[in-house]
């Protein structure tokens, strides 16, 4: 059952039913939350570990959550935090950057389902290719369709860094996929 934010807040702020106001929270933007982190985690297993880290670090350091932005805003930022270090735990266990970037890529092609689409598989690696700050916006803003304003409080930079950082990953991910695509 899906809740207003308002609802899920009063029930996290009462003792009494803040078990049932996480459960609320769960239902509502459990979707959401993990196609982003999937989408920077690529491995299924993983996002859906990091979607429980996110949770769990919501409901117990809900009390900080200061009401001056919406919930989903709160909780994107702390799923990416989660989901970012992930990918540095996975980065300390490849020995460069370009294994790194290798790893995820395969990780991409092994979770495409197998009647994907070419394109949606390239788009997936050059995605993948981004720096960090490039995917993390790129991602916010093509799949989840938020404004830059939004993305701007989610990831705590302005919002013409985060125009910028979308436009090259946009460019980067359009040269890629010209340059790899098998037409």
């Known amino acids: 059952m899906k809740c207003k934010d308002d609802e899920i807040i009063s029930l996290m702020l009462q003792p009494n039913s803040?078990?049932?106001?996480?459960?609320?929270?769960?239902?509502?933007?459990?979707?959401?939350?993990?196609?982003?982190?999937?989408?920077?985690?690529?491995?299924?297993?993983?996002?859906?570990?990091?979607?429980?880290?996110?949770?769990?670090k919501a409901y117990n350091n809900f009390g900080q959550f200061k009401q001056d932005s919406k919930l989903y805003t709160w909780l994107y930022r702390i799923a990416t935090n989660e989901a970012l270090q992930q990918l540095a735990k996975l980065k300390k266990m490849q020995k460069t950057d370009e294994d790194a970037e290798y790893y995820?890529?395969?990780?991409?092609?092994?979770?495409?389902?197998?009647?994907?689409?070419?394109?949606?598989?390239?788009?997936?690696?050059?995605?993948q290719?981004?720096?960090?700050?490039?995917?993390?916006?790129?991602?916010?803003?093509?799949?989840?369709?938020?404004?830059?304003e939004e993305i701007s409080n989610i990831l705590e930079m302005s919002v013409s860094t985060c125009k910028t950082n979308y436009h090259y990953a946009k460019e980067k991910i359009e040269n890629y996929i010209r340059e790899n695509y098998e037409s």
């Open 129 to 148: 290719t981004l720096p960090e700050k490039q995917k993390l916006v790129f991602n916010i803003r093509y799949y989840d369709e938020l404004p830059f």
């Open 104 to 127: 995820m890529q395969n990780l991409v092609a092994q979770n495409a389902e197998h009647d994907a689409e070419e394109i949606q598989v390239l788009l997936q690696k050059a995605i």
């Open 18 to 56: 803040s078990e049932k106001g996480l459960r609320a929270m769960m239902d509502t933007y459990q979707s959401r939350l993990y196609w982003h982190i999937r989408r920077l985690i690529v491995q299924h297993d993983l996002a859906q570990d990091v979607l429980q880290d996110t949770f769990i």
